[in-house]
T-cell receptor
Framework: KAGVTQTPRYLIKTRGQQVTLSCSPI?????VSWYQQTPGQGLQFLFE???????NKGNFPGRFSGRQFSNSRSEMNVSTLELGDSALYLC?????FGQGETQYFGPGTRLLVL | AQSVTQLDSQVPVFEEAPVELRCNYS??????LFWYVQYPNQGLQLLLK??????LVKGINGFEAEFNKSQTSFHLRKPSVHISDTAEYFC???????????FGAGTRLTVKP
């Protein structure tokens, strides 16, 4: 079974631009979560989608948004990029979110904002 | 809200020596506990998790962890490490009731020959 895939793997943008990251979950998984990983803040939960609905959200500004499609693929969008948005963005999928279910992580998209 | 503290940011150890990576958590509700490993330029991989039942949990690659409710700890151990265990290790907690997932800051394990 194929793992979680994320595209693109690397991205360079400039301040003020917007960016869209994509995540394809493991087949059959309906929950997709997004995390931001930085050296200073560590791993932080962004949001989680299940059956095309956002069910959980971390403490991030409204510039960070996402969506999930009927095939469970998910996209994350960051508008008006800031230097501090430079990070590794990780996507994870699971059958459901919570209830102790294991999350399977993708390799991440490394975003550099100049 | 819950929080996770990994007490050591870096742990150097020689090959075939035992290792313990420490994790303490704080939460007002019951939680699930996880240990993940991250190799360079990769995502996170689950090592083991505690849901309920036996407090000693065995995971992949010879790792195990013990849940101690009174000390709110979930330390990760391996009796004999290999060079290939060099990686970043993350402890995480997930609350029962609100699906709030929190990660520790990570411990960088470096195994030396």
């Amino acid at each position: 079974k194929a793992g979680v895939t994320q595209t693109p793997r690397y991205l360079i943008k400039t301040r003020g631009q917007q960016v869209t990251l994509s995540c394809s979950p493991i087949s059959g998984h309906r929950s997709v979560s997004w995390y931001q990983q930085t050296p200073g803040q560590g791993l932080q939960f962004l949001f989680e989608y299940f059956s095309e609905t956002q069910r959980n959200k971390g403490n991030f500004p409204g510039r960070f948004s996402g969506r999930q499609f009927s095939n469970s693929r998910s996209e994350m969008n960051v508008s008006t990029l800031e230097l501090g948005d430079s990070a590794l963005y990780l996507c994870a999928s699971s059958l459901v979110f919570g209830q102790g279910e294991t999350q399977y992580f993708g390799p991440g998209t490394r975003l550099l904002v100049l | 809200a819950q929080s996770v503290t990994q007490l050591d940011s870096q742990v150097p150890v020689f090959e075939e020596a035992p290792v313990e990576l420490r994790c303490n958590y704080s939460s007002s509700v019951s939680v699930y506990l996880f240990w993940y490993v991250q190799y360079p330029n990769q995502g996170l991989q689950l090592l083991l998790k505690y849901l309920s039942g036996s407090t000693l949990v065995k995971g992949i690659n010879g790792f195990e962890a013990e849940f101690n409710k009174s000390q709110t700890s979930f330390h990760l151990r391996k009796p004999s490490v290999h060079i290939s265990d060099t990686a970043e290790y993350f402890c995480a907690v997930l609350s029962y009731n609100n699906n709030d997932m929190r990660f520790g800051a990570g411990t960088r394990l470096t195994v030396k020959p």
